[in-house]
């Protein structure tokens, strides 16, 4: 069995983040993502709409994931890597290059990501309708 992992904070759920855990899959045949936590996200200073549970339920009900589990710090990924045996780490090409130590361990892919879409874009939208 071949194991994937990703890793974010998957904050107001779209078609991106969908492509993403689609393609990841895509690697293996099982997906773990891990999803930033509240208290990780505080020490990033970035603020997530959904709580940490209900982020969780919702990637729990995604078909293509098969394990959620909470990132605490930047420092985890190599110790998740060795604890659920990973054989491929996955990010968006945002990160290119930043994860490139983990190919110590295991193979590490950056996937580009959906055109368009962000959860920040998302964001910005509101808030530009809000105040319209």
Same mark, same amino acid.
């Given at each position: 069995? +071949?194991? =994937?992992?990703? @890793? /974010?904070?998957? &904050?107001?759920?779209? =078609? /991106?983040?969908? #492509? %993403?855990?689609?393609?990841?899959?895509?690697?293996?045949? @099982? !997906?773990?993502?891990? %999803?930033?936590?509240?208290?990780?996200?505080? =020490?990033? &200073?970035?603020?997530?709409? $959904?709580?940490?549970?209900? *982020? +969780?339920?919702?990637?729990?009900?995604? *078909?293509?994931?098969?394990?959620?589990?909470?990132?605490?710090?930047?420092?985890?990924?190599?110790?998740?890597?060795?604890?659920? #045996?990973?054989?491929?780490?996955?990010?968006?090409? &945002?990160?290119?290059?930043?994860? &490139?130590? !983990? #190919?110590? $361990?295991?193979?590490?892919?950056?996937?580009?990501?959906?055109? /368009?879409?962000?959860?920040?874009? =998302? +964001?910005?939208?509101?808030?530009?309708?809000?105040?319209?």
């Amino acid at each position: 069995m +071949k194991r =994937i992992i990703t @890793y /974010g904070t998957f &904050d107001l759920l779209h =078609i /991106g983040h969908i #492509n %993403i855990l689609r393609r990841a899959k895509g690697f293996g045949d @099982y !997906l773990i993502v891990a %999803i930033s936590s509240d208290q990780f996200n505080a =020490i990033k &200073d970035k603020q997530a709409y $959904y709580t940490f549970e209900h *982020r +969780k339920a919702i990637l729990e009900a995604v *078909r293509d994931v098969d394990q959620v589990i909470p990132e605490n710090s930047w420092k985890q990924k190599i110790e998740d890597v060795q604890k659920y #045996n990973i054989d491929t780490f996955v990010m968006g090409d &945002d990160w290119k290059s930043q994860f &490139d130590f !983990l #190919n110590d $361990y295991c193979e590490v892919v950056y996937l580009s990501r959906t055109v /368009g879409i962000s959860t920040s874009k =998302i +964001k910005s939208d509101l808030f530009k309708v809000q105040n319209d």
